[in-house]
């Protein structure tokens, strides 16, 4: 970053203390990664100089020759990796990508179906400080108390009741398979259109660690980092001609200008990356961590929101360690374990303190870790939380950094010095 630090010192200091950061730090947070050193270098090119908007062969803005094949090249490897008809590579991001699906297929004040975001919904699948909660009428289903797994009893009679147009299915905080066959046999049944979001899964279905929403979902909605492990971006997908017409009417012009071609770039290489075999052994091994974690976290005494994971995640309520999960999440971060305190279903704290925290495996797993050493954060996350709850942490705070950084030095991280 020799231009950088010449022309801007300050902000090149504060880059390289994020580097040695990100080195250093066991990253435990679900919708966290690691991408590439190839992902990291298509971000930062010329392309980020160029305007395309419009879509390839039908732009707005000459000099598009590059651009168009860039375009084209990662559409066709997402029709490929996910086995879809049509993909659009241009939204910026997930919650741009979800309001693209209300632009398409709704009007303002339309009804339509999510998960509560206690449950593990997303802020777009109809929160009321979201626009999807603002503009349309949101009706929300929440998952069984008694299993923590949704429930598709209350998801089939809510939608014979409101008659939703479009039906959210995914979200940010669910440890367990999503039944898209169940949720596609309700849309059809209530005439709505099924949307998965699958973007913290996107990686494993890509790897086949997860069951995939094609053929079940009219449309489909990711992110293109989390388990992809590619740029921040986003892309909607579907097999319907027609469908996948609006969607793209609904990128553009309805939401946005032009797209930004530094990350449909880097999104070509994540997705090229994501079709080779080590892909899938990677995918297979993000599972295989979250269990083993999940396993030694259980065995502590932890109270896991539906008993366990089938995915990359892991939902923790800490209301029988008698400690808050922002109090436990600052306390593990400065103890070198990053999560994020989170709420878990029918919390009765608010959400910006709230009685869990969310913690994943894909970073872990992208710097080769195994279960050996699930087993261990298991034991170090125990430690920190326990000393907490007497008062007492921070000498075990200070000692378990220390061995978190011995670990952080065995297992570096792609894309880092």
Not at 366 to 378: L, V
Request: hydrophobic share 40%.
């Amino acid at each position: 970053m020799s231009s950088l630090e010449s022309v801007d010192p300050q902000i090149a200091e504060l880059i390289g203390a994020e580097e040695r950061r990100q080195a250093d730090t066991v990253k435990l947070i679900p919708s966290e990664n690691y991408v590439s050193k190839a992902v990291l270098e298509a971000t930062g090119t010329v392309l980020t100089n160029k305007y395309s908007e419009g879509y390839a062969g039908k732009r707005y803005y000459e000099g598009q020759q590059v651009i168009d094949p860039i375009e084209t090249l990662a559409i066709e490897r997402a029709k490929s990796l996910f086995g879809v008809n049509h993909a659009n590579v241009q939204p910026y991001s997930g919650s741009p990508a979800n309001l693209a699906i209300y632009l398409a297929f709704m009007q303002p004040g339309d009804t339509f179906m999510g998960m509560n975001l206690s449950s593990g919904g997303h802020l777009t699948h109809g929160s009321p400080v979201s626009v999807s909660g603002k503009w349309f009428k949101p009706v929300s289903y929440n998952v069984r108390k008694e299993t923590g797994r949704a429930d598709m009893d209350q998801v089939r009679e809510l939608a014979l009741e409101h008659r939703p147009k479009v039906i959210f299915c995914g979200g940010t905080a669910i440890p367990r398979i999503i039944d898209f066959p169940a949720f596609a046999e309700i849309a059809r049944e209530v005439g709505a259109i099924l949307a998965a979001d699958i973007a913290h899964i996107a990686g494993l279905i890509a790897g086949g660690a997860h069951p995939s929403p094609v053929g079940y979902a009219d449309v489909i909605s990711t992110t293109t980092h989390k388990t992809l492990r590619g740029p921040r971006g986003a892309m909607l997908m579907a097999d319907d001609d027609e469908k996948a017409t609006l969607l793209n009417k609904a990128i553009f012009p309805g939401l946005q200008g032009g797209p930004h071609n530094h990350t449909t770039a880097a999104i070509a290489v994540a997705l090229h990356e994501a079709a080779q075999p080590e892909f899938s052994t990677y995918a297979h091994q993000v599972v295989a961590n979250a269990k083993a974690l999940a396993e030694e976290l259980s065995n502590r005494g932890f109270d896991l929101v539906s008993g366990g994971t089938d995915n990359h995640l892991i939902l923790i309520d800490l209301t029988s360690k008698g400690v808050p999960g922002k109090p436990a999440a600052k306390a593990l971060d400065r103890a070198g374990l990053e999560t994020n305190y989170n709420t878990v279903p029918f919390d009765p704290r608010r959400p910006f303190d709230p009685s869990g925290i969310r913690i994943g495996t894909p970073s872990v797993t992208s710097r080769g870790m195994k279960e050996a050493e699930m087993r261990q954060i298991g034991a170090w996350m125990d430690e920190v939380v326990t000393a907490l709850s007497k008062g007492d942490a921070e000498d075990v705070i200070t000692r378990v950094h220390g061995e978190v950084s011995e670990l952080t030095a065995r297992f570096p991280a792609p894309g880092l010095s």
